[in-house]
């Protein structure tokens, strides 16, 4: 799978989510990801949650498109919302995005064993993304 095509699903994903579109220019043009938090407020990752995208990326043959980070009672998670190398999943996939039910991998930074892919609920909010579920 080219990554180029990867990429352009992902624009298109993040357009019917509405992003704002600083968000969508900077990862078009300069591979920036940007994360929501406190409900949607955008920012730019860290170094660590890069490395954490990045590592992801490569184990899965993914691109992240946008980070959903949150304060939970069992850990602080980095919910990322990808394109996968599954390009006969897509329909699905841009299905659920527009119910907003997508399927993210849910990184568990207090405890690894707890991370996992699954379904998880979002919102459109200032511009970025609320978590719901």
Not at 35 to 63: M, P, T
Not at 81 to 109: F, K, M
């Amino acid at each position: 799978m080219e990554r180029t095509l990867q990429k352009q699903e992902a624009l298109a994903r993040m357009r019917t989510l509405k992003l704002h579109e600083n968000v969508i220019r900077e990862f078009e043009k300069d591979d920036i990801i940007n994360q929501s938090e406190h409900g949607g407020i955008l920012f730019w990752l860290d170094d660590n949650q890069k490395a954490l995208v990045e590592r992801f990326e490569k184990e899965y043959n993914a691109v992240v498109y946008h980070v959903i980070h949150n304060y939970t009672e069992f850990g602080e998670l980095l919910a990322y919302l990808y394109v996968s190398q599954h390009e006969d999943e897509w329909g699905y996939d841009r299905d659920d995005l527009r119910h907003g039910t997508p399927i993210a991998y849910v990184e568990n930074l207090d405890d690894s064993s707890l991370s996992e892919f699954g379904g998880i609920g979002i919102k459109s909010q200032f511009g970025g993304l609320c978590r719901t579920a």
